[in-house]
């Protein structure tokens, strides 16, 4: 089987309550839309980038949960500054996350099964937690 991959979210959107200017503002839930062309019933990959996360986020593909969430960051608890300059938002001085300081790369497996070949959606939750998420990349085997 050929492998595809489709593009979800290639800008950082930022989730929570409050608008810390980092990305698109989702506020505390947002759903995208994708299509998976000629894609299997198999398993799939889900990949993604994410910044800041306290506590498992709630990650969705088609309604089924994705196992694993939005995982937790290797979080250093209480650090707190202003955006360094290599984060991409030079010469700002709000705080950026105070559980975090550092982006994680993230792999999560989609069951066999939930996959559409269009119309797919993927919902990103938050519990009230600011984070950020950026980069996601679905995998797919193709029949």
Known sequence: MALNFTIVVHVRHQFGAVDQDI???AGLEH???F????????????????LGVGQEQTLET???????GVPVTDVVRGVTAGVPPEFGVPNHGHQLLADSLGWVGNVLIINPGVLK???????????GDLFVIDNVVVVYKTR
């Not at 019933?41 to 990949?47: F, I, T, V, W």
């Not at 088609?62 to 694993?68: D, H, I, L, Q, S």
Request: include cysteine.
């Open 23 to 25: 990305g698109v503002f």
């Open 31 to 33: 759903s995208f839309p």
């Open 35 to 50: 299509d998976c062309p000629s894609v299997s019933s198999d398993h799939a990959l889900l990949l993604f980038q994410s």
């Open 62 to 68: 088609n309604g089924v949960p994705v196992f694993g």
């Open 117 to 127: 070949s269009s119309g797919n959606v993927l919902r990103i939750a938050s519990n």
